[in-house]
């Protein structure tokens, strides 16, 4: 599959075979997820290209619509790659909110359907402390927590490691899937709080295995 810059237009995707439009499958640019499929002209094609923000044609409205242009729910483009034929686009993104109008995190549910099962929760999990961060919600530990600033979350890490590693000497197996998900958690504030992306993480342990 070809690699379709972001800083360019493309003139090699093949849009005569869909009477001038091309399907275009959006998938979470951290956890893989599949979001939604729509489709693409040309001219949506190099809007998307040109905002670095999902924008669409529909078949019903025959009309460019940009996803979330009433809800704010954008696709912040990362790539666009096209498959062999260059008739058939894969969009990856990251959401800023649900990616279907129904409410749910795709249109096909909130469950997860990528490759990485559970572990996307991951990502969806790093989205829901980017949210308590930003709105602030006056019950909310997450954005307590991150009020108290770096050092009381790195404190807060290394008491959980501890009870991890406690619960991995005398505690049952139960009880270091709990404490082990404590210490998850606090993490992904920590990373928040530096502002640094899981992702950075994942990439990390990636060029150590390859």
Not at 86 to 99: Q, Y
Not at 150 to 162: L, S, T
Request: proline share 2%.
């Amino acid at each position: 599959m070809s690699r379709v810059p972001l800083s360019i237009e493309v003139a090699s995707i093949d849009f005569g075979k869909g009477d001038g439009l091309v399907p275009a499958i959006v998938q979470d640019a951290d956890s893989g997820a599949v979001l939604m499929l729509a489709y693409m002209n040309r001219e949506a094609l190099e809007q998307t290209l040109a905002r670095k923000r999902a924008v669409f044609f529909s078949r019903s409205k025959r009309r460019l619509w940009e996803k979330g242009e009433t809800t704010g729910h954008t696709l912040d483009v990362v790539d666009v790659v096209a498959d062999c034929d260059n008739d058939t686009l894969l969009v990856t993104a990251r959401p800023r909110g649900p990616a279907c109008h129904n409410g749910t995190l795709t249109c096909f549910g909130d469950e997860s359907r990528s490759a990485a099962g559970e572990l996307a929760f991951l990502a969806k999990l790093e989205g829901i402390i980017e949210k308590r961060a930003s709105e602030k919600p006056e019950n909310s530990y997450t954005a307590k927590l991150l009020e108290k600033g770096v050092a009381r979350i790195a404190q807060k890490v290394g008491e959980e490691g501890v009870e991890v590693a406690l619960a991995g000497v005398g505690g049952d197996a139960d009880k270091v899937v709990e404490e082990s998900a404590d210490l998850l958690f606090h993490l992904l504030v920590l990373l928040r709080a530096r502002g640094i992306a899981l992702r950075k993480v994942v990439q990390k342990l990636e060029s150590r295995h390859r």
